[in-house]
């Protein structure tokens, strides 16, 4: 294996790489659990507007069956 | 792709990275008119659980004066535990409020039901309380993702509260230890010589004045049927007292349920079970905790095992309910009442500790709940025959083979 430039890739190259790329992994692996977590927290702000869909249960179902009706048809 | 240029690409990648801002809890002063609003609001609380309360004890008054002290002959058909399993649930899927039928059934409970009759009863309206957010999920229908996420976390909560019927329903029949604790519980925490919760004697004389109110106009409608007429209106009140406590504390309380829930992300599930408790008991409804985690899955933002937690927790948190219903009693039935209240809460709770804290256990409901979200999502018709099924067609055969046999 070369490096850039057709240079040899040393073992000391390699695990200094290999730390390097570890690192970043895992920079980007938490960096990915907190957009998870921050979107959890954005979708939290949205409550009141969850709240309201708890209200309407019954038309939900009625625009269930409706959809369903459409659908077998 | 050479290993510097791979370095290159994750550096690049890294750096685009935008930081995205922590979303902040809204923190606005409340203006002199929100802050009246909700004096008045919460004076309205005060008098509606007031109501709550009374109207326990007018369920208590009639059944106790209709059955003239042979409340277990009229309740003799649900002396099969099935029985009032299904009771249980098909009054509650009726009413879609487990906290007004087990409000109802602590005033049974004190009109002289049997707790042995009363604790599948309560085991039913577990179950019946979980249609609620099954049929919410069922608002997700357009996108089909998006509903099989939100079915899933809908019927999460039935398949646990089924799991635990099963498992503690048999546990039960035979050997009783979930009334047995309660009792022992119940007798310790009622004293004195004239039997009511301790420290909580100042309820009867509260109650008294519009238990005698209502009593006289029922008996003033029907001198025969008084009894009956004063139990039709304790239901009535309990079911409008529990709906508008339900309102008043969603607006009320979505503040406070906002900064539980934010605390709660990124922490155990222990913190989960504990929030959803918490956020059920400030707004009165395992309902409303349970169906707000609906839509928070069905969006895709938060994980089916994220959202189990508060779903146990808000089974928990609804048994306050019963256990304030059951404060309104005093007397000789008081430490039934209480009885059958704590059954209540040590159902709930020991199913939370027992199913979540055994992996086999655990996963059961999350693995149900998958499993008929994809068939519902893959064919709708699954959802409204599991809908109907489940809580009404099964029940109902229940009945019938119950009565043949």
Do not use: C
């Not at chain 1, 890739?9 to 921050?38: A, C, G």
């Not at chain 2, 930081?19 to 929100?34: A, G, W």
């Not at chain 2, 409020?97 to 009759?117: H, Q």
């Not at chain 2, 699954?382 to 099924?389: D, E, N, Q, S, T």
């Amino acid at each position: 294996m070369t490096h850039d430039n057709n240079e040899p890739l040393t073992t000391k190259k390699l695990k200094k790489l290999i730390k390097q790329t570890k690192s970043t992994l895992n920079d980007l692996q938490e960096e990915l659990d907190k957009r998870k977590m921050d979107n959890q927290h954005l979708e939290i702000d949205h409550l009141e507007e969850h709240m309201g869909e708890v209200e309407h249960g019954f038309s939900n179902f009625i625009t269930f069956l409706k959809d369903v009706l459409k659908e077998k048809k | 792709m050479t290993i510097l240029e791979y370095k290159a690409n994750i550096k690049q990648l890294f750096g685009k990275m935008s930081m995205s801002k922590m979303s902040q809890v809204s923190t606005d002063t409340p203006s002199s008119q929100n802050r009246l609003n909700s004096y008045f609001q919460w004076m309205a609380i005060a008098f509606l659980v007031y109501l709550l309360i009374s109207s326990v004890g007018m369920i208590g008054a009639g059944f106790k004066g209709a059955t003239k002290g042979h409340a277990s002959e009229l309740f003799q058909f649900a002396t099969n535990p099935f029985m009032g399993l299904i009771i249980g649930i098909l009054t509650t899927a009726m009413v879609q409020s487990s906290s007004t039928v087990t409000s109802i059934i602590v005033g049974l409970v004190a009109g002289g039901l049997p707790v042995e009759t009363a604790v599948p009863m309560i085991m039913g309206a577990n179950i019946g309380t979980t249609i609620t957010n099954t049929i919410v999920s069922l608002g997700h229908v357009r996108r089909k993702k998006e509903f099989r996420r939100a079915f899933a976390a809908g019927t999460v909560h039935d398949f646990f509260n089924f799991l635990a019927v099963v498992i503690f329903l048999p546990l039960e029949i035979v050997f009783q230890p979930l009334s047995k604790i309660a009792g022992f519980l119940a007798e310790n925490l009622v004293g004195g010589e004239n039997m009511s919760v301790k420290g909580l004697n100042f309820i009867k004389p509260a109650t008294k004045p519009i238990i005698n109110f209502f009593t006289d106009i029922s008996h003033l409608i029907s001198d025969s049927i008084g009894y009956f007429i004063l139990i039709i209106f304790g239901i009535l009140i309990i079911f409008m007292a529990i709906t508008l406590i339900g309102k008043f504390l969603k607006v009320l309380m979505v503040g406070r349920a906002k900064i539980i829930m934010h605390n709660a992300i990124g922490k155990g599930p222990v913190t989960g079970i504990l929030s959803g408790m918490i956020i059920t008991i400030l707004v009165q409804s395992s309902s409303t905790t349970t169906s707000l985690m609906v839509p928070l899955a069905g969006s895709g933002v938060f994980r089916l095992k994220q959202i189990y937690p508060f779903t146990l927790g808000a089974n928990i948190g609804t048994t306050i309910t019963a256990l304030l219903a059951a404060t309104a009693i005093s007397g000789p039935t008081a430490v039934l009442t209480l009885q059958i209240a704590v059954v209540h809460f040590l159902t709930n709770a020991t199913a939370v500790i027992l199913i979540y804290s055994v992996k086999i256990l655990r996963n059961l409901p999350l693995r149900g709940a998958l499993w008929l979200a994809r068939l519902a999502s893959e064919n709708k018709l699954v959802a409204i025959l599991y809908v109907f099924g489940a809580f009404f067609i099964f029940p109902a055969v229940l009945i019938f083979i119950t009565n043949i046999f």
